[in-house]
């Protein structure tokens, strides 16, 4: 588990202008689409609109849920903009890919305070993923500015749904800032299944969900996904001057091993390696771009993992490994399994492919046992559609963009 839980990150400050700018600068080795590319200057997020959030902040006491991504167009942090608009924080709450976005995948994170603001930061990873009540004393409004890629088990959905549960039952308001889906347009994958419930899948969406995460905070208070059926009052500032089928490349990396966009429009796909004996590139430059392993055949391709940003210990540390570079291939445009069915048809011992996090991944048991029965790519794809129908029939109430 702990290799996929390293999507995200916490650490103690947070990302100030000039780190942002230097470390993640249009995404490392950003993918030049061939496709139109739509300028992220066309498109105003959330935070961007503060002409419509900032007079409801005023005289209110604030808590932020945010981490490196929190950033407005000119490259100031949101936690900045607001403390210069003597708007009054008082914590900032960290998510699994935590505050600065530095941190190991499922590494512990310690509570601590901001270097630059001394404000506390609470992490909402390990033990503490719901904020508890003596944290949100004194809190009027919670701000919620964070940057997902549209995966069910990317967990800054996950993080939201126990955000709005912890407003809801102490009567905090919560705002979305919103922003793109770069993912947005791709609805794929088998629905997650009830029994296989966990913070790398909290509800019954499929893998790829399509949605903003101002649209699933929508979606979560509409279907009474909290608990017990509460919801809370929740506002969403959205973007301006977006619609789903446009090309957005993130102005920082969502986490370590998300480095580029490349690596985020594979990450659905390749992420169901983390539930096998199969690397996804994590202790290399290629993450969620590259597969494979030292038991799959030897080929023109291959890695050695070492340790780096955001992967102290790599699976196959320092092991050579054979298997596949797709950092070239053209953008993906559905969940695809092709390369998980190849790598698992190409393991001599079969028997040590999966693992048991493949179905906490998949959200079912079906898909392994597929592609364990040889199903085809196509006949899996078909068991899929009935829930994928009522899927996008139940989300069209919570959409906000075409």
């Given at each position: 588990?702990k290799?996929?839980?390293?999507?995200?990150i916490?650490?103690?400050?947070?990302?100030?202008?000039?780190s942002?700018c230097?470390?993640?600068?249009?995404?490392?080795?950003?993918?030049?689409?061939?496709?139109?590319?739509?300028?992220?200057?066309s498109?105003?997020?959330?935070a961007?609109?503060?002409?419509?959030?900032?007079?409801?902040?005023k005289?209110?006491k604030?808590?932020?849920?945010?981490?490196?991504t929190?950033?407005?167009?000119?490259?100031?942090?949101?936690?900045?903009?607001?403390i210069e608009?003597?708007i009054?924080i008082?914590?900032?709450?960290?998510?699994e890919?935590g505050?600065?976005?530095?941190?190991d995948?499922?590494e512990?994170?310690i509570?601590?305070?901001d270097?630059?603001t001394?404000?506390?930061?609470?992490?909402?990873?390990?033990?503490?993923?719901?904020p508890?009540?003596?944290?949100l004393?004194?809190?009027?409004?919670?701000i919620f500015?964070?940057q997902?890629?549209?995966?069910?088990f990317?967990?800054?959905?996950s993080?939201?749904?126990?955000?709005m549960e912890?407003?809801?039952e102490?009567?905090?308001e919560?705002?979305i800032?919103?922003?793109p889906?770069?993912?947005?347009?791709?609805?794929d994958?088998?629905?997650l299944?009830?029994?296989?419930t966990?913070?790398?899948?909290?509800?019954?969406?499929?893998?790829?969900?399509?949605m903003t995460?101002?649209?699933?905070?929508?979606?979560?208070n509409?279907?009474k996904?909290?608990?017990?059926?509460?919801?809370?009052n929740?506002?969403?500032i959205?973007?301006?001057?977006?619609?789903?089928?446009?090309?957005?490349?993130l102005?920082?990396?969502p986490s370590?091993?998300?480095?580029?966009?490349?690596?985020?429009?594979?990450?659905?796909?390749?992420?169901?390696f983390?539930?096998?004996?199969?690397?996804?590139?994590?202790?290399?430059?290629?993450?969620?771009?590259?597969y494979?392993?030292?038991?799959?055949?030897?080929?023109?391709?291959?890695?050695?993992?070492i340790?780096n940003?955001?992967?102290?210990e790599?699976?196959?540390k320092?092991q050579?490994?054979?298997g596949?570079?797709?950092?070239?291939?053209?953008k993906?445009?559905?969940?695809?399994?092709k390369?998980?069915?190849?790598?698992?048809?190409?393991?001599?011992?079969k028997?040590k492919?999966f693992n048991d996090?493949?179905?906490?991944?998949?959200?079912?048991k079906?898909?392994q046992h597929?592609?364990?029965?040889?199903?085809?790519?196509?006949?899996?794809?078909?068991?899929?559609?009935?829930?994928?129908?009522?899927?996008?029939?139940?989300?069209?109430?919570?959409?906000?963009?075409k």
């Amino acid at each position: 588990m702990k290799y996929l839980l390293s999507t995200c990150i916490i650490c103690l400050g947070y990302l100030t202008i000039s780190s942002s700018c230097g470390l993640n600068r249009h995404f490392e080795n950003s993918r030049r689409n061939t496709e139109k590319e739509v300028t992220n200057s066309s498109i105003k997020t959330g935070a961007d609109r503060y002409t419509f959030y900032l007079p409801l902040l005023k005289e209110k006491k604030i808590g932020v849920i945010t981490n490196q991504t929190g950033i407005l167009s000119n490259n100031v942090h949101l936690v900045d903009f607001l403390i210069e608009n003597k708007i009054s924080i008082q914590k900032i709450f960290a998510p699994e890919h935590g505050f600065r976005g530095t941190a190991d995948a499922g590494e512990h994170i310690i509570d601590g305070k901001d270097s630059r603001t001394d404000l506390p930061i609470i992490s909402l990873y390990g033990n503490n993923k719901k904020p508890k009540p003596e944290q949100l004393i004194g809190i009027d409004v919670m701000i919620f500015d964070l940057q997902d890629v549209g995966a069910r088990f990317y967990t800054y959905i996950s993080s939201l749904h126990y955000i709005m549960e912890a407003c809801a039952e102490n009567n905090i308001e919560l705002m979305i800032l919103d922003r793109p889906n770069p993912n947005g347009t791709i609805v794929d994958g088998p629905i997650l299944e009830k029994e296989f419930t966990s913070f790398v899948g909290m509800h019954p969406i499929p893998l790829l969900h399509g949605m903003t995460i101002g649209e699933y905070g929508r979606m979560i208070n509409g279907e009474k996904w909290l608990k017990n059926g509460i919801q809370c009052n929740l506002k969403v500032i959205h973007c301006a001057d977006y619609n789903r089928e446009m090309n957005y490349s993130l102005p920082v990396k969502p986490s370590p091993n998300l480095p580029n966009n490349q690596s985020i429009n594979l990450y659905a796909s390749l992420c169901l390696f983390e539930g096998t004996n199969v690397s996804v590139g994590r202790g290399t430059e290629m993450q969620f771009q590259i597969y494979g392993s030292p038991f799959l055949p030897k080929s023109d391709f291959s890695f050695t993992p070492i340790p780096n940003f955001g992967a102290k210990e790599p699976i196959y540390k320092n092991q050579l490994c054979y298997g596949e570079n797709l950092t070239s291939i053209p953008k993906v445009n559905q969940l695809e399994l092709k390369w998980l069915i190849k790598a698992y048809n190409s393991t001599l011992d079969k028997s040590k492919f999966f693992n048991d996090f493949f179905t906490k991944l998949a959200g079912t048991k079906k898909l392994q046992h597929q592609i364990i029965d040889g199903v085809s790519e196509i006949e899996i794809r078909k068991s899929w559609e009935k829930g994928l129908n009522d899927f996008k029939e139940m989300r069209k109430k919570y959409l906000i963009y075409k």
